[in-house]
């Protein structure tokens, strides 16, 4: 039976999801700011000879970038536009579209200074008024995001399991004070607040970014957004070893592996490999399946009967690959 307490406790809602808007907002803060660029030099070398791409996201607005938050308009329409956690472009850009005919001219945002808020509120209302300066920034935009999305979907399963555990950290207990580093005064004397509104029920997004420098913080009045940066380096990484990772589970049984050994000596059908293990054939199919599955293994159907070989190229790839996870160093950070 419930105490009263429980029976009137407010459950929280603490979800996380990657963000094409959040990633792309960081980008266009590599590109319209030089000092941006020389604290990220990775990030600013996404923009090595299309210096008129970087010129053309800073002067867009016709006014210093320096001095004004850039981005934060497309973080608001995606959020008006329900689009914050979609990944497809397609869908986003159509998304931020539709969500400036929708999107208010007040905004209650209290992780914007009040400069920042007017500043987002006179871009929302250029781009209502004028269909054709809305066209030229979604050309924009997807001119900015088109060259990073297919090494950005790459990493999508890394970029979510770590939002993962941002969640499950935050739910154990770990304050966020502890989980993320404040990028900005704003959010450092919030914090206290934001926890005391999630434990009230207001929904709580972690959004973890691939292209991202610090921390990043969106208060909406149904939504808290807090950006939290994966890294680039460690995203790679775990991007290229994720594969070599399921290919050695898969030789990692001895018997799946004594059969590697066998077929790379002699092609064996499924029935000989049984004979010679002392093995149940449904058996000796599962772990061949397995060795199949990562490519380690391949069939040929000879004279009726399916003969199974090891593959000589996949097992060389397995070892080199295994080679260069473990002993390749990382290159130098400028």
Not at 69 to 78: I, M, R
Not at 262 to 287: C, D, I, K, N
Request: proline residues 6%.
């Amino acid at each position: 039976m419930l105490t009263e307490e429980e029976g009137t406790r407010t459950a929280r809602s603490v979800t996380s999801a990657p963000s094409l808007a959040c990633d792309l907002t960081w980008l266009l803060h590599v590109a319209a700011r030089p000092s941006m660029q020389v604290r990220y030099p990775q990030l600013a070398e996404m923009f090595n000879g299309r210096e008129d791409l970087a010129d053309r996201v800073r002067t867009f607005w016709g006014e210093d970038s320096e001095d004004v938050l850039t981005g934060t308009e497309l973080q608001v329409l995606a959020h008006v536009g329900g689009a914050l956690r979609t990944t497809d472009p397609d869908n986003f850009f159509s998304a931020v579209e539709r969500a400036v005919t929708l999107a208010p001219l007040e905004l209650d945002m209290p992780s914007e200074s009040p400069e920042d808020i007017e500043a987002i509120v006179v871009r929302i209302g250029r781009l209502k008024e004028s269909p054709m300066l809305l066209r030229e920034y979604l050309d924009l935009l997807e001119e900015v995001w088109t060259p990073v999305h297919g090494a950005w979907q790459q990493a999508l399963p890394v970029i979510a399991e770590s939002g993962d555990h941002m969640v499950a950290e935050y739910e154990r207990g770990r304050s966020l004070s502890t989980l993320v580093t404040p990028g900005c005064d704003i959010f450092r004397d919030r914090i206290a607040l934001v926890e005391t509104g999630v434990d009230a029920g207001r929904p709580l997004l972690f959004v973890p970014c691939l292209f991202f420098g610090s921390s990043m913080y969106l208060e909406f009045p149904d939504l808290y957004v807090i950006g939290i940066g994966v890294g680039q380096g460690d995203a790679a990484a775990r991007s290229r070893t994720e594969s070599v990772a399921r290919r050695l589970k898969a030789v990692a049984d001895p018997t799946r592996l004594a059969i590697l050994h066998s077929l790379a000596a002699a092609p064996s059908t499924v029935g000989e490999l049984a004979v010679l293990f002392r093995l149940a054939q449904p058996t000796v199919s599962m772990h061949v399946k397995v060795l199949r599955q990562n490519g380690l293994v391949r069939s040929e159907r000879v004279g009726g009967r399916l003969r199974l070989t090891a593959d000589p190229v996949a097992v060389e790839s397995l070892l080199n690959d295994m080679r260069d996870a473990v002993l390749q160093r990382a290159a130098p950070v400028p």
